[in-house]
């Protein structure tokens, strides 16, 4: 099995999924209120429809991890998994995307929303 391998000084975790993907976030959240780094290490097991966390824990000063592809026989076990429905997202995906392109077709004026029935209505142009 080929995934993820990520290294500190106190421990490695080997991360993959038999289908699906893996995900490795370093984020900041910076405001008035807080300021803090986070690691996320998750993914979606698309065979088994699990969501998979292995790590998510926020980050102090001068941590320093090693991140490298490496070949393993099995991953570390996560610490949260979680069902997921696929169709569920599949859908939650489409819509998204048509209410984006929807919105990008309203504001280019081809598509023109009919306030009364909520519907859009498609602008024909010719000439």
């Given at each position: 099995?080929?995934?993820?391998?990520?290294?500190?000084?106190?421990?490695?975790?080997?991360?993959?999924?038999?289908e699906g993907n893996t995900t490795?976030?370093?984020?900041?959240?910076?405001?008035q209120n807080k300021d803090e780094?986070?690691?996320?290490?998750?993914?979606?097991?698309?065979?088994?429809?699990?969501?998979?966390?292995?790590?998510?824990?926020?980050?102090?000063?001068?941590?320093q991890f090693v991140i490298k592809?490496?070949?393993?026989?099995?991953?570390?076990?996560?610490?949260?998994?979680?069902?997921?429905?696929?169709?569920?997202?599949?859908?939650?995906?489409?819509?998204?995307?048509?209410?984006?392109?929807?919105?990008?077709?309203?504001?280019?004026?081809?598509?023109?929303?009919?306030?009364?029935?909520?519907?859009?209505?498609?602008?024909?142009?010719?000439?």
């Amino acid at each position: 099995m080929i995934g993820f391998e990520l290294k500190n000084v106190d421990k490695k975790i080997l991360v993959d999924v038999e289908e699906g993907n893996t995900t490795i976030i370093f984020s900041r959240v910076k405001n008035q209120n807080k300021d803090e780094i986070h690691l996320h290490i998750g993914g979606t097991d698309k065979a088994k429809s699990r969501s998979i966390t292995w790590i998510s824990e926020d980050l102090s000063i001068d941590d320093q991890f090693v991140i490298k592809d490496s070949d393993f026989s099995s991953p570390t076990p996560p610490i949260k998994e979680n069902d997921i429905k696929l169709t569920d997202l599949v859908i939650e995906g489409k819509l998204r995307a048509y209410f984006g392109l929807k919105k990008e077709l309203e504001e280019a004026g081809l598509i023109e929303k009919n306030c009364s029935a909520g519907r859009s209505q498609i602008m024909v142009w010719t000439g």
